[in-house]
Nanobody
Framework: QVQLVESGGGLVQPGGSLRLSCAVS????????MGWYRQAPGKQRELVAVITRGGFTNYADSVKGRFTISRENDKNTVYLQMNSLKPEDTAVYYCNARKYYTISNADYWGQGTQVTVSS
């Protein structure tokens, strides 16, 4: 089974920065894409950022220019650098790994890490 472990969450003031890490049990190149999602209580889970196997990236409009997704291939680790944090960024952040198949996709999830932005 695939294991994904997030770390790096915590409490930060508005305008501050955090870097989240996602350690993957296998090679990140086994997946078509790696991504970060977030979910606040009572709200829908939303995509924050994604990086494909080929290295292309995409971001939610709400975080463009502030967040950066990257990877360290030798460490099988994906990162999310978060700058200029806002209170509305407060959520549990989940790491996602996806494989594409003909009929449906296969998704794997980490346990999540809490990010709280408050003055």
């Amino acid at each position: 089974q695939v294991q994904l472990v997030e770390s790096g969450g915590g409490l930060v003031q508005p305008g501050g920065s955090l870097r989240l890490s996602c350690a993957v049990s296998g090679s990140i190149f086994s997946f078509n894409a790696m991504g970060w999602y977030r979910q606040a209580p009572g709200k829908q889970r939303e995509l924050v950022a994604v990086i494909t196997r080929g290295g292309f990236t995409n971001y939610a409009d709400s975080v463009k220019g502030r967040f950066t997704i990257s990877r360290e291939n030798d460490k099988n680790t994906v990162y999310l650098q978060m700058n200029s944090l806002k209170p509305e960024d407060t959520a549990v952040y989940y790491c996602n790994a996806r494989k594409y198949y003909t009929i449906s996709n296969a998704d794997y999830w980490g346990q999540g890490t809490q990010v709280t932005v408050s003055s």
